[in-house]
């Protein structure tokens, strides 16, 4: 290491610690291959990391800035940079050196260590987030039994609920794709999020949900007959008639109503977690988006105002590698959205989304933290979208079927946790087989049912905005009555005018 560059105390010491660290070379005993996201890495060892480009060159032939100390403008690490910042203060507690580096920025929000080494921080960590999780690929606890926090009553309704979210799924698809209801969008290979994080909150608990996350409502108790006549816009869906279908909401639930434009609920979120923390209540927000929603102004707006407000939201990014078509690495080259928390000052965890007891006991402890300390907290959950993004998409046009395959089979989350029940014999195969006829024919009740109801009346379509509609609406309305008059093919003959 070249010895001619003046350096503090702190760096020094740093550098000493650092020279003796071990490399980052061991590696993890699994790694996730969430797609585009590249394993942890080898790294060579410190020493070798901080040589510098004028290392090895005989000073007499640098060029003259780099006596003036600008001895390395290449990103450090951030890790590198809190350790050296800490070296700092543990000088600046030690002794009363009087060198600048050894002063301090007294600097609103708190005091600011000096440095002469200039340095830019890192675009990336050295090591990826790791990814908690308490299940093995096998449904085996990792490190402790689990069956304390998650007894025989809980973990058979949360995979009653996951087996029951799945067949209502597929049997809904199916019914799109017969032409009897207009769009749906599955949750398949997001059951564990969906329903273990749902198991943690409480019905206290606000909900804001983006569009994937149905099971929230499903654990809550909207039934399966609700979501079919959402779905069919008849006369006893709640939105009566008025929105696409999977635009579910309840008030009885604490269940916002879907709105499409994407992160939108964010910031909603936030408003509701204050006004939640004004009255007192011992409850918190859960907010919910895709990784996608992240790329919307409103998602850094939502965890700013979180923060400064210190409101009690727990934000679940659903982490599943892809917006539509648009995969991960065109939406961002941060590791993931968990490190966006710590930016705004929130706490973060990163949960392996396919871990129905890893995301159950991470959104239990969120909830409490986030209603104790009446703050925000962010949870990336990682998983992956096993099915296409709608029925308005066919996802084998842009993502190769073995990826698919792989997160369907072998990462599925609701296999996992079956396993894990089997194994505590609280499941069987024929308590399995007695579910999924049950089910099945439940949903296939609810979809004959909710085809048979009227659809709503013409005139809803203009009412519950206003208390009194206003003119233009009238307006409207007449224009609309006139249409159908005279081309009464082209509207549908099951909407009562
Ligand atoms: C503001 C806005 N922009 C674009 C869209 C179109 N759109 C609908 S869903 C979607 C992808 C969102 O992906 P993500 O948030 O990752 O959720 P996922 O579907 O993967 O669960 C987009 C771009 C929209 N609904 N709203």
């Known amino acids: 290491m070249a010895t001619w560059f003046r350096r503090t105390r702190a760096v020094s010491h740093h550098l000493r610690r650092n020279d003796k660290c071990p490399s980052s070379s061991s590696s993890p005993r699994a790694i996730l291959d969430l797609q585009g996201a590249s394993a942890p890495v080898m790294q060579p060892p410190m020493s070798v990391r901080i040589r510098r480009a004028t290392d090895g060159i005989s000073p007499a032939r640098l060029p003259i800035f780099s006596a003036k100390r600008f001895e390395s403008t290449r990103a450090e690490k951030h890790l590198q940079l809190l350790q050296e910042a800490e070296a700092v203060e543990d000088d600046l507690d030690d002794d009363n050196d009087d060198d600048d580096d050894a002063q301090v920025l007294d600097f609103p929000g708190g005091k600011v260590a ?217 939406q961002f080259r941060s590791d993931g959205i968990v490190v966006r928390g710590q930016a705004y000052g929130i706490r973060s965890i990163r949960v392996d989304g396919n871990d129905a007891l890893a995301v159950y006991s991470a959104v239990r402890e969120a909830r409490e933290m986030a209603i104790k300390d009446q703050k925000p907290i962010l949870i990336e959950v990682l998983t992956y979208r096993v099915g296409h993004h709608s029925t308005s998409d066919d996802s084998t046009k842009y993502r190769p079927m073995d990826e698919i395959e792989y997160w369907k089979m072998s990462r599925n989350p609701v296999n996992r946790f079956r396993k894990w029940v089997e194994r505590n014999m609280w499941w069987d195969d024929k308590r399995e087989a007695e579910l999924r006829n049950n089910i099945r024919t439940q949903v296939l009740q609810a979809i004959q049912t909710a085809e048979k109801y009227e659809k709503p009346p013409l005139s809803e379509l203009f009412r519950d905005v206003y208390e009194t509609p206003p003119s233009n609406l009238h307006e409207q309305e007449s224009q609309l009555r006139e249409t159908i008059k005279r081309h009464p093919k082209d509207y549908p003959l099951d909407v009562p005018v």
């Open 114 to 330: 000096f440095t002469s080494k200039m340095q830019f921080i890192s675009e990336s960590s050295e090591k990826r987030v790791p990814c908690y999780r308490v299940l093995d690929d096998y449904g085996q606890p990792i490190e402790y039994d689990c069956s304390a926090q998650v007894n025989e009553e809980l973990a058979v309704k949360m995979y009653t609920d996951m087996v029951t979210l799945q067949i209502m799924d597929a049997i809904f698809y199916e019914a799109q794709r017969q032409g009897r209801i207009s769009f749906y969008l599955t949750s398949m290979g997001e059951e564990a999020i969906n329903i273990a994080s749902a198991a943690a909150l409480t019905d206290d608990d606000v909900v804001l949900p983006q569009y994937r996350e149905h099971g929230v409502l499903l654990w809550r108790g909207f039934t399966l007959q609700e979501f079919a006549n959402q779905c069919f816009g008849n006369k006893v869906d709640y939105g009566k008639g008025r929105q696409m279908p999977i635009h579910y909401g309840s008030n009885k639930h604490n269940y916002f109503t879907v709105s499409s434009p994407i992160a939108t609920q964010l910031p909603q979120a936030v408003g509701a977690a204050y006004s939640l923390k004004m009255d007192k209540r011992s409850a918190c927000v859960a907010a919910y988006f895709g990784d996608g929603g992240t790329s919307e102004g409103d998602f850094h707006a939502g965890l700013n105002f979180a923060a400064v407000m210190e409101a009690p939201v727990i934000f679940i990014c659903r982490n599943n590698g892809w917006a539509i078509s648009t995969h991960i690495r065109e």
